[in-house]
Structures are given as C-alpha cells and as structure tokens.
C-alpha cells in the first residue's frame, strides 16, 4: 500500500467528487415501475455527461467480465447486482446503487441503498443502521489507528441493531486500481490490524443484512444473494486517512466542505 503523492491525492479528489454526483443523481431517479437496466443506462449517459467512464464495466475477475456501467442490487441482492430488464422496482422495495468510476487515471468508488418510495419501518431501520455503522467506521479511519478500529466500530454497532455484517466482501485500498491492498474488513478487533497511514487511500464499505450474514452467489456469476432472501444494505465512501479526521472523497458537488459533511453525518448517529 502506497500512500498517494500530491499530485494523485489531486486527483483522487475530482475522482470522488465525481462518483458522488453521479451516484447522488442516479439515486435521486430511482422510481417504482423502472427496470434496473434503464437505471443503469441511465448511470452510463451520467458518466458520459461529466466526462468520466465507469470502472464497473468491464472490471475482471478470473474469467468474468463484468457487464454493467453500475452495480444495482435490490432488496435480497447484497452487492454486484447487474442492470436487467427484467427487474422491476417496485414501492417497497431498496437498491443499493454502487456507482465506481475512473477519471484521469483514479478511481472513486461510492454507494447508498435507497428506498424505492416508501418502504417499511423495519427497512428504514436497516438503511439507517448501516450508514451509520460507516461514519463510525469512517471516524476510527485515522493516522496510527488500525484496520480493526474501523471493522470492530462497523460491526459493533450493525450487531447491536440486531443485523449481521457480510464477511464475504470487505472494504479496499484505491487508487489506479479499484481493490489495492489493505483489506477493511466489516469485523473485527479494535487494535488488531496494520496500522493506517496519513495518505492512504481507502473504501469503506459495511454491507449488512436484516437476519443471517450467509450469502450465495447467483447464477450469473456476479451477484452476491443473502441466502435467507431478507433484504441488504451497503454505504461506502472512498477517503485519504488523515490525523483528526478522515478526508471523504466522495462527496457530492453542492454538499459543501468535507470536514462539515462528516461531522453533521457522525453528529445524526443515535
Ligand atoms: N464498490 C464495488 C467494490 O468495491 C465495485 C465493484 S465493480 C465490479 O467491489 F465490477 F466488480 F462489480
Ligand atoms: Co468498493
């Protein structure tokens, strides 16, 4: 794991920035009656927009490519959900929507499940819950701390709510590449771990289910399922780890300073 030179902080900055704006915008189309593929066309033609191209498609793993510009996983689906026509969202539904692109050679890399309409009490709970498990994960993300600060703060709080952490899949160093080393995981000891480095950049990513952790893996290859079919939740951030305070990466233009964004977000933690 490198830590980043000046230069490519610069733009792993504008990297960040521009997943935010592209995912804040996709989530804010999200509507009962569309199909997850015009979701994710519609993910494509934002990139385009703004001039950046998505570091989904075409990502390898063994002999997989994937196929689609976004991931977009509803409700059962944990993460790596492909756009289908087929899949109709429905009022009640949630979709996490995982928006990961490259721009000028960086990667930024951010996600948010959102309801489709009004969902259930118990679904927002979960939602809530596991963005919360990431601001408090993003506050151990400090200069000298280490990995298992963040994935103790992630998990104790997800299993206080009564919900479980994926094991399966786990937050990332990011840079040129989208996974660089270290592994974060979503569990964990507080003091265990290579200790964090001003500098480094990182994903965190708590992906939490409703009742059991297991997942299966679906039969297109890709997508991650919670095996008891109750629905999932995921928020990542991509951040520079700095004393005091982390540096989110990915937030959206119009949302104002970094250091303000994180402490409104911490300060809404129950
Ligand atoms: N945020 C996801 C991750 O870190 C992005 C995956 S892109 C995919 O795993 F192509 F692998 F789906
Ligand atoms: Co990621």
Redesign the pocket.
């Known amino acids: 794991m490198i830590c980043k030179s000046f230069k490519d902080k610069e733009k792993m900055r504008r990297a960040g920035r521009s997943a935010a704006t592209v995912l804040d915008r996709l989530c804010k189309l999200v509507k009962p009656g569309m199909s997850t593929l015009e979701l994710d066309e519609l993910g494509g033609e934002l990139m385009k927009e703004i001039g950046v191209k998505s ?3 075409g ?1 390898r ?1 063994g002999h997989r490519v ?1 196929p689609s510009y976004t ?1 977009l996983s509803v409700n059962e689906e944990v ?2 959900g492909i756009g289908v026509e087929e899949r109709i969202l429905q009022e009640g539904d949630v979709i996490s929507v ?1 928006v ?1 692109i490259r721009e000028d050679g960086m990667i930024g ?1 951010n ?1 948010r499940t959102v309801p489709v309409g009004m969902v259930s009490p118990e679904l927002s709970r979960l939602l809530k819950v596991t963005e919360e498990s990431l601001y408090l994960g993003l506050s151990q993300a400090l200069h000298k701390n280490r990995i298992g600060d963040v994935s103790e703060a992630v998990q104790s709080h997800v299993e206080k709510a009564g919900f479980a952490v994926i094991t399966n ?1 786990v937050g ?1 160093g990011v840079g040129r590449s ?2 660089e080393d270290p592994q974060i995981p979503n569990f964990g000891k507080a003091g265990t771990g290579s200790k964090f480095k001003k500098g480094m950049a990182i ?1 965190i ?1 708590p992906m939490v289910n409703m009742k059991s952790s297991q997942i299966r893996m679906a039969k297109d290859g ?1 997508t991650a399922l919670a095996v008891d079919g109750f629905p999932s939740a995921h928020f ?1 951030h991509t951040l520079l780890v700095d004393e005091g305070k982390p540096e989110i990466l990915t937030i959206p233009e119009g949302y104002g300073e970094a250091e303000d964004f994180f402490t409104s977000k911490l300060a809404e933690v129950a």
């Open positions: 570091a989904c498609k990502y793993s994937f991931c993460v790596h995982d990961c890399d996600c899949f990332h989208l996974h994903c990513e890709w990542e």
